[in-house]
């Protein structure tokens, strides 16, 4: 059990801002389960417009974020790092629900969880609350794939 500041983020994951969603990683099982933190604030670009009148954390960049966590914990748990010529792609996503809104200020808790390796593609359950509340769920795949030269 560990947990990463950004900076072991930043080896662990290839997204930069504006598109890193992950801020700490809290918790982390190896080969099991990751917990992490993204902090919600006014400053993130999407709220210029989704919504000016009521800015809300779009349902895709919360699935991006426990997309992310997934990648942390497979990048971790192969002990590799994306800049060794592979990368973990996102390649599905079933059961999405969003259940609460996400709103600047919001401390987004990002939980993880492996259930199955098969032929190469990685299952894990995903959810996100803030407070306690369920924000959003999901089960993603990912898969590694090597980067072209």
């Known amino acids: 059990m560990n947990s990463l500041d950004i900076h072991e983020i930043f080896k662990h994951l290839p997204h930069r801002y504006p598109f890193l969603l992950i801020d ?21 670009p999407y709220f210029q417009g989704h919504f000016p009148h ?7 960049l919360i699935v991006e974020a426990m997309a992310q ?3 942390v914990l497979a990048f971790k748990s192969s002990e590799s790092q994306p800049d060794t010529g592979s990368l973990y792609y996102l ?11 996400v709103e600047p200020g919001d401390q987004l808790l990002i939980e993880v969880k492996l259930t199955r390796t098969t032929r190469g593609v990685w299952k ?17 795949m990912c898969m590694k794939r090597d980067i072209p030269d």
């Open 24 to 44: 700490r990683v809290l918790e982390l099982k190896v080969g099991e389960s990751l917990t992490a933190i993204k902090n919600v604030t006014i400053n993130e």
């Open 54 to 60: 009521r800015p809300i954390m779009p349902g895709v």
């Open 69 to 71: 966590g997934t990648g």
């Open 91 to 101: 390649v599905g996503i079933d059961n999405a629900r969003f259940k609460h809104p």
């Open 124 to 140: 894990y359950a995903a959810t996100s609350s803030v407070d306690g509340k369920l924000a959003a769920s999901a089960e993603l």
